[in-house]
């Protein structure tokens, strides 16, 4: 099997083919950047995961974190991966220099988290999910606090984590009871507990940093009423170094089916009434500060998914290769050679699936940190604004798609590996058991589902839509060819079929149907999500039909090429079509689940 984790022809033609990322360094934010610098340090975390991560992935999910009731121990590996990480400067990748940082553009941070996520994605989320929480502080928190902590966060001396659900609220967050009361000196007194916490404790940096939310006493009932707050596992000294052990405790860890290497904890605030925290920010802000490092959390779940899938797919894909099994139909003789399995047709087509959800959803998720890279380079405010609505109405399906579509591909995975495929001895099985977390992390996709219909398509007066359509608009202009424009052709009715649903809706949801129409809000996810990601591989069908009409390739791009035309027609053919039925259900607010009754089950 290939030791290539992720394919360097694919990653090159997804960011300077499709997206162009090199002509963002002539923007002064990224002008001190050029192709060979991106390069440089898509080699090195290349290396990295290679070296460091991948080799305990399996040793990280037979041998998941311990608890002595004193302390959280896990196998050295992780330590030294996270380490290397940390000294790499690559936790800093994406800050300014003047903060220490790398100042790279997201899409090529997304590129590099891309080896980590297929290497090993549960060693991979204790920097991660520290680069999310500086970047919450960066945004924030007061200057003092900005000193103190995202220095040392941007280095790995210190990690971080975000710290919302509660035992009893679950995304739910209007409903949580953690607490804080001001202190003379500024800070205030946190009491409650948090679980779920991924990250929440162990002994890979010399700090935790935890962003906490919680109520101010007397504040507003409801998310209007949640601050945010720095909760450090150690207090600092006067001298910024890690002192008193903060009144906060790991109550105990929970044992997931999958990314076992990273802690997940119960933790307890205040059990003595003195844990220190910090607000940051204004009071009651803080589910508004939050949501920074949740929509980060999102891009990062759905491209996770995406590059997990795609391991499972890289994997199978060399299998199918290999492995002997049968001979080809028709004409075939029991003396004939037995065939490798990916002559078979059936193996084709769960290959097939697979390559156009995984790269379908690396193409969506590209598209997403490219419009990060836009909102931080663009100078018009109104340019800006339209990048931001357009973000705003594709983060929902750039966390839930990919998280729904990367677990189907894992699956197709284990199929084509047959009696082999749910064995421990392949790495398949757990590629799938890391995976399936995706639709639960940051939001079920159900709630993504919500969110889009009721709330991100209507948001700015439907601008987000505008921009989308636009954006559409101006990519099918690009196609020149056959292929191309068959496959826009293709799209066209549902694109139709979506703008005739639409007001449909937003009628219903102040209509005597609500109550259905919120039932099969998935059924709309789905029907956007498909055709969003067709749009992606039109895209990545347009500039590939260019590349073969372009001149002479050598064999190995031509294959490259004709394999992106093929997957984007087998996604339309296949996959946008399942779609049919999802329209019949919103369009005739069908009441199959919204009218069951509780007793009836």
């Known amino acids: 099997m290939s030791e290539e984790l992720v394919s360097r022809k694919e990653l090159s033609f997804q960011l300077y083919e499709v997206l162009d990322t090199e002509a963002l360094c002539e923007r002064e934010r990224f002008s001190e950047h050029n192709k060979d610098t991106f390069d440089a340090v898509m080699d090195t975390a290349d290396k990295i995961a290679r070296e460091k991560f991948a080799p305990h992935n399996r040793k990280a999910d037979l041998n998941e974190p311990t608890f002595d009731g004193e302390n959280v121990h896990m196998i050295p590996e992780v330590k030294e991966a996270f380490d290397t990480y940390a000294e790499s400067g690559l936790i800093a ?98 009491k409650g507990s948090k679980m779920f916490i991924s990250a929440g404790d162990h002994q890979l940096s010399n700090n935790i940093v935890h962003l906490v939310l919680a109520k101010i006493q007397g504040a507003p009932a409801g998310v209007k009423g949640i601050s945010l707050f720095v909760v450090p596992k150690f207090r600092l000294d006067e001298n910024g170094e890690p002192a008193e052990r903060n009144d906060v405790s790991l109550a105990g860890l929970i044992h997931k089916m999958g990314y076992r290497g990273t802690t997940s904890t119960v933790l307890s605030f205040g059990e003595k009434d003195d844990c220190h925290g910090y607000l940051v920010g204004e009071e009651h802000q803080g589910l508004k500060y939050m949501f920074l490092m949740m929509n980060e959390a999102r891009l990062g779940v759905g491209f996770g998914a995406a590059m997990v899938g795609y391991a499972g797919y890289r994997y199978s894909l060399a299998y199918a290769k290999e492995r002997t099994q049968g001979r080809v139909a028709p004409h075939n003789k029991p003396t004939d050679k037995a065939a490798t399995i990916i002559q078979h047709g059936d193996v084709k087509r769960m290959l097939l699936a697979q390559k156009s959800y995984v790269e379908g959803g690396m193409a969506l998720c590209f598209y997403a940190a490219r419009l990060v890279d836009e909102l931080h380079t663009l100078e018009s405010p109104e340019a800006k604004q339209r990048t931001a609505e357009l973000l705003d109405l594709l983060t929902p399906v750039v966390k839930a798609w990919p998280s729904e579509f990367g677990p189907k591909a894992n699956d197709l995975a284990i199929q084509i590996l047959g009696g082999s495929g749910y064995t421990r001895e392949y790495p398949v099985e757990q590629c799938w058991r890391d995976n399936r977390l995706n639709p639960i992390h940051e939001g079920t996709n159900g709630i993504q589902a919500l969110d889009l219909m009721t709330r991100k398509l209507w948001q700015a007066n439907g601008s987000g839509l505008v921009q989308l359509q636009k954006m559409m608009s101006e990519d099918f202009a690009k196609a020149q060819h056959q292929a191309s424009k068959r496959l826009i052709a293709d799209l066209q009715p549902y694109l139709a079929k979506l703008q005739k649903l639409i007001p449909v809706i937003g009628a219903e949801l102040k209509g005597e149907n609500q109550n259905s129409l919120l039932a099969n809000a998935s059924c709309f996810l789905t029907i956007f999500g498909q055709i969003v990601v067709s749009w992606m591989w039109i895209r990545q069908a347009i500039t590939a039909e260019a590349a073969l009409n372009g001149g002479s390739l050598s064999s190995d791009d031509e294959a490259f090429y004709r394999g992106k035309l093929q997957a984007a027609k087998y996604f339309i053919d296949w996959e946008l079509t399942v779609t049919d039925r999802d329209f019949k259900i919103l369009n005739s607010m069908n009441d199959s689940c919204s009218n069951m009754q509780e007793a009836w089950f």
Not at 93 to 113: H, S, V, W, Y
């Open 93 to 190: 990748g994406r800050f300014d220099f003047e903060d220490g940082g790398m100042q790279l553009p997201e899409t090529i941070m997304m590129a590099c988290a891309g080896y980590f996520m297929a290497a090993n994605p549960s060693s991979t989320g204790y920097s991660f999910l520290t680069v999310a929480a500086a970047n919450v502080i960066k945004n924030f928190a007061s200057q003092a606090l900005k000193e103190k902590f995202m220095p040392r966060m941007l280095t790995g001396e210190f990690t971080g984590t975000m710290a919302l659900t509660e035992p009893h609220a679950g995304s739910s967050l209007a409903d949580i009871t953690t607490n804080a009361k001001p202190n003379e000196d500024g800070s205030y007194r946190i």
